[in-house]
């Protein structure tokens, strides 16, 4: 009985390795402070979202009370920007972008301070890209009450 040796191939087999995303980070805003000033009853808040990164989604806050608002980026953008969008619905959907008291679109922020209109629900700034960037975002709500 004769015994058959089979050859045996080697294969050569590129792998390639991709990279995986970083996960992203939900940013909640927090309150800063809640000033009240002067006789006529004016009545703020200070919000913050803080350590935004590229990897960052920021999470919506309730504006409802707040007629006079306004937003500061600051820090480093790297090659990012934000826009800012808001929604009039309760349930947290069907987001635009808002604009300035100007009617320009609050769209491609750099490190400076821009007045939201209109009143809305809901505000959130959403990052647009980028990457290299740790900043943070400033949100000043005032009502007369």
Known sequence: MSKKKKAKKEVEVEVQVVAKPAPSTIVSPQVVSSP????DGLRGRVVRWEGITEHSVLAPYCVANYANKSIQINGNLGSGSFDVYGSNCPEGNGYSV???GNGDNLAALGNKIKE??????WVKP???GGSGMLVDITMILFNNK
């Open 36 to 39: 009240s000033m002067g006789r």
């Open 98 to 100: 808002l604009s300035d």
């Open 116 to 121: 939201i209109s209109p009143h809305t629900y």
């Open 126 to 128: 959403v990052r647009m």
